[in-house]
């Protein structure tokens, strides 16, 4: 079996650390983290790196706005969070 060599260009302009992105997005590196952790927020990785593009910050930049995204830990706790993700998932 022959692996394959795939090059991936990444203009690294367009992504950002999980602490950039809490910065940009006004939170705790803490909140951005479980919002991971409950897909909340979407992210790859490059090695050992954790990253979020520019377009997912915006995203949920409006999220955060229309207060379908709490930005505190109750609301997570709550199943708010999922409750949402759940409504907008079924609004698509």
Same mark, same amino acid.
């Given at each position: 079996?022959?692996?394959?060599? /795939?090059?991936? =260009? $990444?203009?690294?302009?367009?992504?950002?650390?999980?602490?950039? *992105?809490?910065? +940009? %997005?006004?939170?705790?590196?803490?909140?951005?983290?479980?919002?991971?952790?409950?897909?909340?927020?979407?992210?790859?990785?490059?090695?050992?790196? /954790?990253?979020? =593009? $520019?377009?997912?910050?915006?995203?949920?930049?409006?999220?955060? *706005?229309?207060? +379908? %995204?709490?930005?505190?830990?109750?609301?997570?706790?709550?199943?708010?969070?999922?409750?949402?993700?759940?409504?907008?998932?079924?609004?698509?």
């Amino acid at each position: 079996m022959c692996a394959q060599k /795939i090059t991936l =260009t $990444v203009i690294s302009e367009d992504l950002l650390t999980i602490v950039q *992105a809490a910065k +940009e %997005l006004g939170v705790h590196p803490a909140t951005a983290y479980r919002w991971v952790e409950n897909r909340l927020l979407h992210t790859f990785r490059i090695s050992d790196q /954790i990253f979020v =593009t $520019v377009d997912e910050v915006n995203s949920v930049k409006k999220r955060i *706005a229309t207060g +379908e %995204l709490p930005t505190d830990k109750r609301g997570l706790r709550r199943g708010q969070a999922k409750k949402n993700l759940a409504t907008a998932e079924a609004g698509k």
